[in-house]
Structures are given as C-alpha cells and as structure tokens.
C-alpha cells in the first residue's frame, strides 16, 4: 500500500490550497477515504471523509471551507481548501477514513500558512 500527497506549500491566509493524493495496492474504490491533518501535539483524527459512494462529511473545523472528492478511476483523493486559516497549517495525509486507519501513512504534504 503506498500514498502520495501532494499540493501543499506556503500559503496566505484566505487563499485557496488544492491537496491531492495517489493511492496504490488496495482495493481504492471499496474503502471509504480521509484526510488526517497532524499537527504537532494533535492526533491524526481526520478533517473530512468520503464514503466509498461519495458521501461526504466534515468535522465543525472543516465544514464549509473545506472541500473531499474522490476518483476511483484515478484512484485518487482530493481535498480543496478555501480561505485557509493559520490554524489549518499542518501535515495533511490521506488514508482510510479513520480515526484508526488500516494502512501505513504516506509522507503528507505540509501546510504551511503566513502572510
């Protein structure tokens, strides 16, 4: 099983980031995904969901802002965040949808937010 985040970087408070996430050696399209920020001191609870039919949710801190799609086809996993916040910054990694996750977690991708 291998994940590759990428998509994040530095940025501005308020602007848009787009993370994305390859995943290989499982059955993708069967399993319900997440995206799991960890922040130092945090645990790896995950921001947003999506079912393996698409169904989505969102934690208080995510809703609204934050946006999880999936393509099976691409076997991939998308998480599109709006008017990114400071308190967003992080390494955000995908994986089942946890809290306890059945894989091994990839590298993530930081996040970083300053102006």
């Known amino acids: 099983v291998q994940f590759v985040e990428s998509g994040g970087g530095l940025v501005q408070p308020g602007r848009i980031l787009r993370l994305s996430c390859g995943a290989s050696?499982?059955?993708?399209?069967?399993?319900?995904m997440g995206w799991h920020p960890q922040a130092p001191g945090n645990k790896y609870d995950p921001v947003a969901t999506?079912?393996?039919?698409?169904?989505?949710s969102y934690t208080e801190f995510a809703k609204g802002r934050f946006t999880i799609s999936r393509d099976n086809a691409k076997r991939a996993v998308y998480l599109q965040m709006n008017d990114v916040k400071p308190e967003d910054a992080a390494v955000y990694y995908c994986n089942g949808a946890g809290p306890v996750v059945p894989f091994p977690w990839g590298q993530g991708t930081q996040v970083t937010v300053s102006s």
């Open positions: 050696g499982f059955p993708f399209s069967a399993y319900d």
């Open positions: 999506i079912t393996s039919g698409g169904d989505v």
